[in-house]
């Protein structure tokens, strides 16, 4: 193991003060370019990297929930090896990060291990992992030997990094300052280093070469590369002074000690002090050590309401410290560090006064947050969780906010939806003082079984000095608590659910619901009104089609006899969730799903018509005739609903513009779609995020102006809005009412509108383009077949590309509405022009699967759902099998791109959801024992994360059969799966552990 110089084996040198003065010491023999000749400084640089090269290493972190400043995601960057024996590595904090995440590092040979988060600084940019140095079996590192009295300016230096994700990199400069001041750490939401200097050079590192060792010709470690100035060659290289004092504590078994008075301090040159009266000379005399400094230390910002607030101000200059003068930064914190805990007694110079004050030191590991709050469905991801953590020093000083309240690492539509986004500071809820996480959570707890939503006093980052208030719908019932700490013995977390148990909620059924009452000009709109509730959906995680967790939106009451409720997919995108039903603005009832139509936009919903009141609610009022195409046509006069969450909605009359036919995008194949579907615009178009109601001038309702999510490898979640008449909700609501089972086919083809004058070019005659204009005098357009199965799959009997379709059982074809679903098991004839000639065939129906969702598997960061093989004919999948819906970011499966489908894990076949529960189970390691030494506080380097390698056989959307490996692991992403109780009222989520 290379020496390691710590301040008790070298004489205290200045850092920043007389480096390049001739009476410096000499930082070794060979410290001038001239004393070697070309050829002599290749062969020692040559030797450098040679021994260096071993010894640095790549570095890939997971981060698997947000944390503070850090957000989940997955990173790479550099390390080097500084005690072989003990199996030390050095590199940056913001390359560890102070969330729950896991690391590895692949070394020159491209062997890799796991590495343990050992030890990080609160504020300052070094940490240092650990690992068991048996586990390596070809690497042979060396330890970089620390010397950080070489850093000086004009010295020449190599970076050895990992750059830009390369295996390796070698970036070259000279040392052009060793006192740069760092960026203004409060500009804005993130971690910043402060209190310290940074040495430049014009070396032009990027991305990936955070945590490299900055290396002299002698392979010696005079810095740590820490990160660069944008559009600039320049980089910035953390001094290594702290980091020696901190690693040589450590190898100790001591955690290091650091105090602080929480303020941000300031260097400034001894010419802004003497313009603004500083004695130096008198300072001087008590202190020589300042006849050779350029400047001093002054009082930036201070925490809102810290000790320091109320006894320092801003621009107070610090020149002593105890008696001991603080001529930079290190000699302030040398002095911090010593009397943590303690008082300091800070000499300084206010108002052209010297004086002296005294201050309480501040522990801070005390201020450091080690915990947090997920509250979710139990397994980390960006977009399903919302994660709550105390307001740590770094944070609080970097935004000006008092360190009180608990900040918003994460959050989900639930939050977002009201304005409270990551960064917010919670200090009140319903009235109630939150002064750290201990106390929300005994607030939050205390609230999670209510119905009613919860007031949330909070203020966001860049406003911290400006509460805003906001009600937050309640917590559902399906989501968890869950506590994570940290152990700073292995720098792993451990979860602790801690959810009290859920009891029935106490709905206000007993109230009237009273809608608002129409102005006499729109009362015959007024029984539409009243039909119309408000719904909220609560997803469990984000899958398929879903890109909220937190939806909500409007639906209409189809009939209040069986409690029956029409949405679009926006409102109730999956059966995976909790429904909640608004009426009037008043009554809060539970809802849950009968049926999702696969190929239009509608959904069906159940409530228990006997838990309100007969005179509680209305039903919508349609006209019966819709049911013998009476459809709006271009021309008709509507009028469109759009509620406003209790008060008087937006009436607007105007009329139908036109009729569409919408395209089919190449959806992915687990993503929401629509087949065959006409869309309505009206010439005054409702807002475009808005759900509206179209009724004709008598009261009825026609069509619903719905939001469509147009997902694909190519549109990431673009929504389009139309109208969608109601007419084929008819058949559906009637199956329902009479507890029939839908059993929906199709003709698994694509239709688009054609002219007649283009339909006589594909062979149609001029006799049947006659023959039709007579039967359908609104319209001069028949339908055409553009995608159909391919011709192996195909008959003769089957609808082809280009077929114009003409009549269905006898009947002209003057909508899509005809061809696009069937409900009952007759066949189907129809008249068809293909190539010229007039035919009727009998085509095959494909029955269309929409199985209630009732199993989701959480393992290793995905979310897996079963797959029903919808229009699979027209994609390279199976009909059947089970399919990854999401990913979690810095999960082990987060290279898995787009929709798969899994087939094989570890050779063994996969068909269905129990198949997989019993593979996931065979890969499964025992971890018991590795949680009950982590609560123990006796997980040591030995000690490896539970976790196995496991191989995947997938299918991607594009039908090519791919493996995948990955390394699973079961302490932050253990298998759990999610199941549905029975679809009734009593429906209900449960999760377990697998």
Known sequence: ??????????????????????????????????????????????????????????????????????????????????????????????????????????????????????????????????????????????????????????????????????????SSGTIADTKRRPACAHCCFDYHEFNTFYCVAAAGTRGGSSGAPVLDIEGDAVALNVGGINRTQQSLFRPLHRIVKALEKLRQGKIPPRGTLQTMFQFVTNEHLAKIGLPLADIQLLYPQFIATKGMIKVDCMVPGSPADQLLRIDDVIFAANSYPVTDFESLLDVLDCAAGKSVNLSLFRDKKMMTVALPVTDLYSITPTKLLRVGMGCPGTNASLIFCDVSYVTAITIQAPRAGVMVCGTNTLFSSVGITRGSIITRINGKLVRDLDDFVENITCLCNRSIGIMVEYVVWNAPSSPKIAVVPSIPDLYTFELMQRHAQSGYWSTTNIRPESSIKSFSAQLCAIPVTLQPSYAKFQQMHASIVHITFYSMTSIGSIVSCFCKGYGYIASKKHGIIVCDRSTVPSHAGSISVTIANTIVINAWVEYIDPLSCYVYLRYNP???????????????????????????????????DGDMPIICQTQVEMRTLLPLYDLDPNHERILNTEALLPKERPNHISQSFICDMQGNLCAMWVIHSKTGADRDHERIVFGVDIQQTLPVIERIKNKQSVRLQSLNVQFAKLSLLNACVYGLSNQRAAEFSKAVPYSRSVLVVRRAPGSDSTSDHDLQVNDVVLKANGKWIDSVSHLAAFYDESPVELLVCRGGKEMTISPTLFRVYSEPMKTLVHWSGMCIEPFNGLNHKQHKWPSEGICIGSISQGSPASHIYGPQLITHINEQLVRNMSDLVIAIKNTKSENEHFLDKLLNNQIGVKDALPGALVKLKMINKTGVIHDFIIETDDLYYPPSCLELKDNDEAAGWTWKLL
Request: proline share 7%; glycine share 4%; charged share 20%.
């Open 1 to 170: 193991m290379g020496h390691l110089i710590t301040p008790s084996q070298s004489p205290r040198i200045e850092r920043f003060d007389q480096a390049s003065t001739s009476s410096s010491p000499s930082p070794g023999p060979i410290s001038s370019a001239s004393s070697f000749s070309s050829t002599t400084r290749r062969d020692k640089w040559a030797q450098v990297f040679e021994l260096a090269l071993r010894s640095v290493v790549h570095i890939t972190t997971n981060v698997h929930v947000n944390f503070d400043t850090h957000v989940a995601g997955q990173s790479t960057a550099t390390g080097f090896v500084v005690d072989a024996d003990l199996g030390i590595i050095l590199s940056n904090r913001h390359v560890m990060t102070c969330a729950p995440a896991t690391h590895s590092a692949r070394f020159e040979n491209t062997e890799s291990i796991r590495i343990m988060p050992w030890y990080y600084d609160p504020v300052f940019d070094f940490a240092f992992f650990r690992y068991n140095p048996a586990d390596l079996k070809t690497a042979t590192p060396e330890a970089i030997r620390l010397v950080p009295e070489k850093a000086t300016e004009g010295l020449e230096i190599r970076v050895l990094s990992c750059d830009s994700g390369e295996p390796i990199s070698v």
């Open 610 to 644: 006997s838990s309100i009141s007969e005179n509680a609610v209305e039903e919508a009022p349609i006209c019966q005739d819709s049911q013998l195409n009476n459809q709006l046509r271009a021309g008709d006069d509507i009028a469109f609903i759009t509620p406003a």
